[in-house]
C-alpha cells in the first residue's frame, strides 16, 4: 500500500504539505504532519525523474490515527527491502503476519483514505478503520508476473490503541501493497528472466537441437538489489502462464547460498553462489544455466559480461557472453539480410535489411514475378521460402525464393463470400511452419501448415472470442499474438502455443489468452519488436491514432514510443535492436525509422512491408 506522489491530487491532512512528508522523506526536509483535520485532495507536485530516493519515517510519538494511517502508506512507497519503517506502524502481531511480497496492486491515482463510518470505528473507545479505495490499473502476483486490472479497489484497514504504549497502532490490513501508479513506475522495473522453450522445440523428433531462449517478464524493485532479486526470481522458476511451455535448467530447488547479495567485480564478472541443489550438475547442463543467467542479466544491465556458478567450495562453470549464443538463440535465430514488401504491381520485393538503399528488387522465383498478384506475404526465417496470399484473398502460395521456381497450386482456400472474410495475412514460426487464419464466417478457424505443405492442421483456440484480424508468431516459437475482432473493436491478444502427442496425431492449442493493450479499442497493425515487446498501431476511445511498444504482459516499457505517423496500415520491427522499424503509410508508402532517426521514405508505391518470420 502506498500513495501516489505524482500525476493526480494527494491525500494530506489539515494543509498542502511540500513533497518531504512524516511518512516519506524525499531527499531532505520533512514537514510536521497535523494531527486533526479532515482529509482533502491537494495537487502533488510533478512527477520527479526516477532515480530521486525516498526515506521512510518512522511514526510521531502519540500520532492520531490519520496520521498513522498516511504515515504507513508514505512509508511503502520508500525504498526498504523488507519494509522496516512500515512496520513500525503495525501492531506486533500486525506486523508478523502481514507479507507485502505476495502482491502489488496499483491504482490510478494512489488510495483514498475515508474514514469507515460503518459502526467499527470509535476514537474513544480506542477502535478505529479506514477504508482504502482507488481505481485499479494492474496487479503484480507473488511471481512477480504483471496483468492490467480494472474496476474499483476497496479494503478496510483497522487501528487500535495499544494498552501498553498507548500508541495508535494498524492492526488489521489487506496482504501485498497497494501503490500509485506513478510511485509504481518509480519504484518497480520490468526485467526478462530467460528460460528454455519446451514446448515447440521438442514436440516431435527433428526440432532444433539448440534450444530457443524464451524471455518471461518480472517487475522488480529498482533500487532493492535488483540484481539479487531477479537472479532469486529466476532460479524460482518460469511464472505460471509461461511454465507449460518453458523449462529452466536449473535443478528443482536451487537457490542463491543464504546471506548472498550479488554484484559484478571490476572485471563485469559476476560470482552467482548457489545451494547444494545444483551441486552435481554437468558441464552442460551447467552452462545452459550460466546462458539463462548471462541473457537475464544483460537484460538487467551491461555490466554483467561474465558469470562463474559456484557450490559451496566448488566451481561449476563459468561463461562470457561470446560464448552463450553457440548454448541457445535468443530471438530470431538468423539474422535477417532483407526487409519485403509488396510493390506497386503486388509483386514480392525486398531491399537490404541494413542498408540505407530505396532500390528494390524483385525476389527470385515465382512471387517475384507478378503472374500471381499478392495482397499479403511472409518470407521464412531462413529466407529460402516465401508465402503469399492472392489479391482477392482466397488463396494461399508458397513459393521457393530461388529463381526458376515455379509456385504450382494454392496450399490452401478459403471459401469466403467476401475478400474480409478470407485469409489474413500469413506467419512463419521458428521450424518453418505456416500459420493463417482463415475468417470464413462458416467455419472461422487458425490453420497451420507443417513445412508451409500438406493438409493444414486446425489449430485449437480455447477461450477465443471473435475473429483474427491477424496474427504473428514470436521468434521463441511458444508464443503467439492475434488482433481479435469483435462489435467493431480489435483487441490484441498475446497466447501459448501447446503442442501434444497422441499416439501418432500431433494437436496444437492457443491457451490462456492475455489483452496486452487494454487502453486500446482499436488495433490496426502489430508486429513483434523485441524478446517480450510488440510494436502496436491502434486507436484509443479519443479516436486518434497512436503508435506505441506494449509488453506482452500488458505493462508499457520504459522509453519513448515511436514517432507519430499518420495512416498507418502495416507495421514491421525485428526481435533484434539493430533493425530500423518500417511501417506502410497510405499517406507516404512505405517508411522506415532508424535507431534515433526521424521517419525516412523508401519507396511511394508498395505495402505490407515483413521481416522475415
Same mark, same amino acid.
Not at 503484480?140 to 474496476?151: C, E, H, I, W
Not at 518470407?379 to 482477392?392: I, K, P, Q
Not at 514470436?474 to 499474438?481: C, F, K, L, S, T
Not at 483487441?491 to 502427442?501: A, Q
Given at each position: 500500500?502506498?500513495?501516489?506522489?505524482?500525476?493526480?491530487?494527494?491525500?494530506?491532512?489539515?494543509?498542502?504539505?511540500?513533497?518531504?512528508?512524516?511518512?516519506?522523506?524525499?531527499?531532505?526536509?520533512?514537514?510536521?504532519?497535523?494531527?486533526?483535520?479532515?482529509?482533502?485532495?491537494?495537487?502533488?507536485?510533478?512527477?520527479?525523474?526516477?532515480?530521486?530516493?525516498?526515506?521512510?519515517?518512522?511514526?510521531?510519538?502519540?500520532?492520531?490515527?490519520?496520521?498513522?494511517?498516511?504515515?504507513?502508506?508514505?512509508?511503502?512507497?520508500?525504498?526498504?527491502?523488507?519494509?522496516?519503517?512500515?512496520?513500525?506502524?503495525?501492531?506486533?502481531?500486525?506486523?508478523?503476519?502481514?507479507?507485502?511480497?505476495?502482491?502489488?496492486?496499483?491504482?490510478?491515482?494512489?488510495?483514498?483514505?475515508?474514514?469507515?463510518?460503518?459502526?467499527?470505528?470509535?476514537?474513544?473507545?480506542?477502535?478505529?478503520?479506514?477504508?482504502?479505495?482507488?481505481?485499479?490499473?494492474?496487479?503484480?502476483?507473488?511471481?512477480?508476473?504483471?496483468?492490467?486490472?480494472?474496476?474499483?479497489?476497496?479494503?478496510?484497514?483497522?487501528?487500535?490503541?495499544?494498552?501498553?504504549?498507548?500508541?495508535?497502532?494498524?492492526?488489521?490490513?489487506?496482504?501485498?501493497?497497494?501503490?500509485?501508479?506513478?510511485?509504481?513506475?518509480?519504484?518497480?522495473?520490468?526485467?526478462?528472466?530467460?528460460?528454455?522453450?519446451?514446448?515447440?522445440?521438442?514436440?516431435?523428433?527433428?526440432?532444433?537441437?539448440?534450444?530457443?531462449?524464451?524471455?518471461?517478464?518480472?517487475?522488480?524493485?529498482?533500487?532493492?538489489?535488483?540484481?539479487?532479486?531477479?537472479?532469486?526470481?529466476?532460479?524460482?522458476?518460469?511464472?505460471?502462464?509461461?511454465?507449460?511451455?518453458?523449462?529452466?535448467?536449473?535443478?528443482?530447488?536451487?537457490?542463491?547460498?543464504?546471506? !548472498?547479495?550479488? &554484484?559484478? *567485480? +571490476?572485471?563485469?564478472?559476476?560470482? %552467482?553462489? /548457489?545451494? =547444494?541443489? $545444483?551441486?552435481? @550438475? #554437468?558441464?552442460?547442463?551447467?552452462?545452459?544455466?550460466?546462458?539463462?543467467?548471462?541473457?537475464?542479466?544483460?537484460?538487467?544491465?551491461?555490466?554483467?559480461?561474465?558469470?562463474?556458478?559456484?557450490?559451496?567450495?566448488?566451481?561449476?562453470?563459468?561463461?562470457?557472453?561470446?560464448?552463450?549464443?553457440?548454448?541457445?538463440?535468443?530471438?530470431?535465430?538468423?539474422?535477417?539480410?532483407?526487409?519485403?514488401?509488396?510493390?506497386?504491381?503486388?509483386?514480392?520485393?525486398?531491399?537490404?535489411?541494413?542498408?540505407?538503399?530505396?532500390?528494390?528488387?524483385?525476389?527470385?522465383?515465382?512471387?517475384?514475378?507478378?503472374?500471381?498478384?499478392?495482397?499479403? !506475404?511472409?518470407? &521464412?526465417? *531462413? +529466407?529460402?521460402?516465401?508465402?503469399? %496470399?492472392? /489479391?482477392? =484473398?482466397? $488463396?494461399?502460395? @508458397? #513459393?521457393?525464393?530461388?529463381?526458376?521456381?515455379?509456385?504450382?497450386?494454392?496450399?490452401?482456400?478459403?471459401?469466403?463470400?467476401?475478400?474480409?472474410?478470407?485469409?489474413?495475412?500469413?506467419?512463419?514460426?521458428?521450424?518453418?511452419?505456416?500459420?493463417?487464419?482463415?475468417?470464413?464466417?462458416?467455419?472461422?478457424?487458425?490453420?497451420?501448415?507443417?513445412?508451409?505443405?500438406?493438409?493444414?492442421?486446425?489449430?485449437?483456440?480455447?477461450?477465443?472470442?471473435?475473429?483474427?484480424?491477424?496474427?504473428?508468431?514470436?521468434?521463441?516459437?511458444?508464443?503467439?499474438?492475434?488482433?481479435?475482432?469483435?462489435?467493431?473493436?480489435?483487441?490484441?491478444?498475446?497466447?501459448?502455443?501447446?503442442? +501434444?502427442?497422441?499416439?501418432?496425431?500431433?494437436?496444437?492449442?492457443?491457451?490462456?489468452?492475455?489483452?496486452?493493450?487494454?487502453?486500446?479499442?482499436?488495433?490496426?497493425?502489430?508486429?513483434?519488436?523485441?524478446?517480450?515487446?510488440?510494436?502496436?498501431?491502434?486507436?484509443?476511445?479519443?479516436?486518434?491514432?497512436?503508435?506505441?511498444?506494449?509488453?506482452?504482459?500488458?505493462?508499457?516499457?520504459?522509453?519513448?514510443?515511436?514517432?507519430?505517423?499518420?495512416?498507418?496500415?502495416?507495421?514491421?520491427?525485428?526481435?533484434?535492436?539493430?533493425?530500423?522499424?518500417?511501417?506502410?503509410?497510405?499517406?507516404?508508402?512505405?517508411?522506415?525509422?532508424?535507431?534515433?532517426?526521424?521517419?525516412?521514405?523508401?519507396?511511394?508505391?508498395?505495402?505490407?512491408?515483413?521481416?522475415?518470420?
Amino acid at each position: 500500500m502506498g500513495a501516489d506522489r505524482a500525476g493526480g491530487a494527494r491525500r494530506t491532512y489539515g494543509r498542502a504539505v511540500t513533497y518531504a512528508v512524516c511518512g516519506a522523506v524525499l531527499l531532505t526536509g520533512c514537514a510536521s504532519m497535523p494531527d486533526h483535520g479532515d482529509l482533502r485532495d491537494v495537487e502533488s507536485t510533478p512527477r520527479q525523474d526516477t532515480q530521486v530516493r525516498v526515506f521512510a519515517m518512522p511514526p510521531r510519538e502519540d500520532a492520531e490515527p490519520p496520521e498513522i494511517m498516511q504515515g504507513f502508506l508514505e512509508a511503502l512507497t520508500s525504498d526498504e527491502p523488507q519494509y522496516e519503517t512500515a512496520r513500525q506502524y503495525l501492531t506486533e502481531n500486525a506486523a508478523q503476519k502481514w507479507r507485502p511480497e505476495l502482491s502489488t496492486t496499483v491504482l490510478a491515482n494512489g488510495p483514498d483514505t475515508a474514514t469507515d463510518l460503518s459502526g467499527n470505528s470509535d476514537p474513544e473507545a480506542d477502535d478505529y478503520s479506514f477504508t482504502l479505495t482507488g481505481t485499479r490499473v494492474a496487479l503484480v502476483d507473488a511471481q512477480q508476473s504483471y496483468a492490467p486490472a480494472d474496476g474499483t479497489y476497496s479494503r478496510q484497514v483497522h487501528l487500535v490503541k495499544e494498552k501498553k504504549s498507548g500508541q495508535w497502532r494498524i492492526d488489521g490490513l489487506p496482504q501485498g501493497v497497494v501503490i500509485g501508479e506513478s510511485d509504481f513506475q518509480r519504484n518497480y522495473m520490468s526485467v526478462n528472466k530467460y528460460y528454455f522453450a519446451s514446448n515447440a522445440a521438442d514436440a516431435e523428433a527433428g526440432a532444433a537441437s539448440q534450444p530457443a531462449a524464451v524471455a518471461d517478464p518480472v517487475f522488480v524493485r529498482r533500487r532493492v538489489e535488483p540484481m539479487t532479486q531477479v537472479v532469486r526470481s529466476l532460479l524460482n522458476g518460469p511464472t505460471s502462464w509461461l511454465g507449460p511451455v518453458a523449462r529452466s535448467s536449473f535443478p528443482t530447488g536451487t537457490a542463491l547460498r543464504k546471506g !548472498a547479495v550479488l &554484484a559484478p *567485480d +571490476e572485471q563485469n564478472r559476476l560470482t %552467482v553462489p /548457489l545451494n =547444494g541443489k $545444483a551441486a552435481r @550438475v #554437468g558441464t552442460a547442463k551447467c552452462n545452459e544455466m550460466a546462458t539463462q543467467l548471462l541473457f537475464t542479466l544483460q537484460n538487467l544491465t551491461p555490466a554483467v559480461d561474465e558469470v562463474e556458478l559456484r557450490a559451496g567450495d566448488r566451481k561449476l562453470c563459468d561463461l562470457t557472453e561470446d560464448r552463450a549464443p553457440a548454448v541457445a538463440s535468443v530471438g530470431s535465430a538468423q539474422q535477417a539480410d532483407y526487409l519485403y514488401f509488396l510493390d506497386g504491381e503486388h509483386r514480392l520485393v525486398r531491399i537490404p535489411a541494413e542498408s540505407g538503399t530505396t532500390s528494390a528488387e524483385t525476389v527470385p522465383g515465382a512471387l517475384g514475378e507478378g503472374v500471381t498478384p499478392l495482397r499479403s !506475404a511472409a518470407v &521464412a526465417r *531462413d +529466407e529460402h521460402t516465401a508465402a503469399g %496470399v492472392g /489479391l482477392d =484473398g482466397k $488463396a494461399l502460395y @508458397v #513459393g521457393s525464393l530461388v529463381s526458376g521456381g515455379s509456385l504450382g497450386e494454392p496450399v490452401l482456400l478459403s471459401e469466403g463470400k467476401t475478400e474480409a472474410d478470407r485469409l489474413t495475412a500469413p506467419s512463419w514460426d521458428t521450424r518453418g511452419d505456416l500459420w493463417v487464419a482463415d475468417r470464413d464466417p462458416a467455419k472461422a478457424r487458425l490453420l497451420l501448415l507443417r513445412d508451409g505443405k500438406g493438409e493444414p492442421l486446425q489449430v485449437r483456440t480455447p477461450g477465443l472470442d471473435g475473429r483474427i484480424r491477424s496474427l504473428r508468431v514470436a521468434a521463441d516459437g511458444v508464443r503467439i499474438a492475434l488482433v481479435v475482432e469483435k462489435d467493431d473493436q480489435q483487441s490484441l491478444l498475446v497466447g501459448r502455443i501447446e503442442w +501434444e502427442r497422441v499416439g501418432e496425431e500431433s494437436t496444437v492449442s492457443i491457451r490462456e489468452l492475455r489483452s496486452a493493450t487494454p487502453g486500446l479499442t482499436e488495433v490496426t497493425a502489430m508486429s513483434w519488436a523485441g524478446d517480450s515487446r510488440l510494436v502496436v498501431v491502434g486507436r484509443e476511445e479519443d479516436g486518434v491514432q497512436h503508435m506505441r511498444y506494449v509488453q506482452v504482459d500488458g505493462s508499457t516499457p520504459e522509453g519513448p514510443a515511436p514517432d507519430a505517423l499518420t495512416g498507418v496500415k502495416d507495421i514491421a520491427a525485428s526481435e533484434g535492436d539493430r533493425l530500423p522499424l518500417v511501417a506502410y503509410s497510405s499517406e507516404d508508402g512505405i517508411v522506415r525509422m532508424p535507431s534515433g532517426t526521424a521517419w525516412q521514405k523508401v519507396v511511394k508505391e508498395g505495402a505490407g512491408p515483413v521481416y522475415p518470420g
